[in-house]
């Protein structure tokens, strides 16, 4: 009778897990088919090739005829998440590993908390700091005329992609069992190498799955780039306002309609899109390497 119990709680539970699952998925298909039937049309009207590799975003012209060309945000967005990634990951691994095998408790446990605190710190936040403190000071520093630039939004964003970065990459890395590390160190490796030759590669999939969320991060993020990027439809240069292709959709969706409206939902389809491929292609070389 127990284990009629048992097995009915099993089937129970098994069954709820199943139907959340499927509604996960669901959410994602009704993203997905959305985005294409919202997107599809204006890329028909305006035509796949000059709306991808046009180099000007004139949607409320009324002097001419508009414009929606999205190659500058493009191009922005690769360089803004490239570049966060270039600042940001580093840091945020090499913080992982000191936590996860050589800091002291205390220091442990207080930057821990401190890393908490920087995940729930609202992306406006980051955009008033960066607008207020970063913006000026890179003006001053290179001497340029704006502070609002590319180089702005990389700094804001490869701030924030740290914590998801660190918190994720430290579960893997205490994940890693104490044996390997032992056998490590009895062979005659020091600590520093087994650390980076054994602990590091047996956590590789944790470590590559907290870069994907920072990617994510990264490209997604809109109202804090917003603040510091300048928010203009220019070829990305380092110290020149430059516009998303999240910031596009957010600064504009509020008061468009017709087909810059549809170019909009375009704009979200091709970032979608965007995500897709990086974690697409993420998981074929993890897939490659474990496989090797």
Not at 39 to 61: C, D, M
Not at 105 to 132: C, D, F, H, N
Not at 202 to 230: P, Q, W, Y
């Amino acid at each position: 009778m127990r284990r009629r119990k048992r097995n009915l709680l099993e089937n129970i539970m098994h069954a709820i897990f199943l139907c959340l699952g499927l509604i996960t998925v669901g959410c994602v298909l009704l993203i997905t088919v959305y985005l294409v039937i919202s997107g599809i049309p204006a890329i028909k009207e305006i035509g796949l090739v000059p709306f991808l590799f046009g180099k000007t975003w004139a949607s409320t012209a009324s002097t001419t005829e508009p414009s929606y060309g999205i190659l500058p945000f493009i191009l922005t967005s690769v360089y803004g998440t490239a570049g966060a990634i270039v600042l940001g990951v580093p840091i945020g691994f090499l913080t992982a590993v000191y936590l996860a095998k050589l800091a002291p408790q205390r220091i442990k446990s207080t930057v821990e908390s401190a890393v908490s605190l920087l995940a729930g710190i609202p992306s406006v936040v980051y955009g008033l700091v960066g607008m207020l403190v970063l913006v000026p000071g890179i003006r001053k520093l290179f001497n340029v005329p704006d502070g609002a630039s590319l180089l702005a939004a990389i700094i804001v964003l490869a701030v924030m992609i740290l914590p998801s970065v660190i918190k994720v990459s430290v579960t893997a890395l205490e994940a890693v069992p104490k044996e390997y590390e032992d056998g490590s160190l009895a062979l005659g490796a020091t600590p520093i190498e087994t650390y980076f030759r054994v602990s590091v590669p047996a956590a590789r999939s944790g470590i590559a799955a907290a870069v994907v969320l920072g990617v994510g991060r990264a490209i997604g993020e809109a109202m804090a780039v917003m603040m510091v990027s300048g928010n203009a439809a220019n070829m990305p240069s380092l110290f020149e306002s430059v516009k998303f292709l999240t910031t596009a959709v957010a600064s504009e969706m509020s008061y468009s309609s017709g087909l810059q409206r549809q170019a909009l939902f375009s704009i979200a389809l091709v970032l979608f899109m965007f995500i897709m491929l990086i974690n697409a292609a993420l998981n074929f070389f993890m897939k490659r390497d474990k496989e090797g």
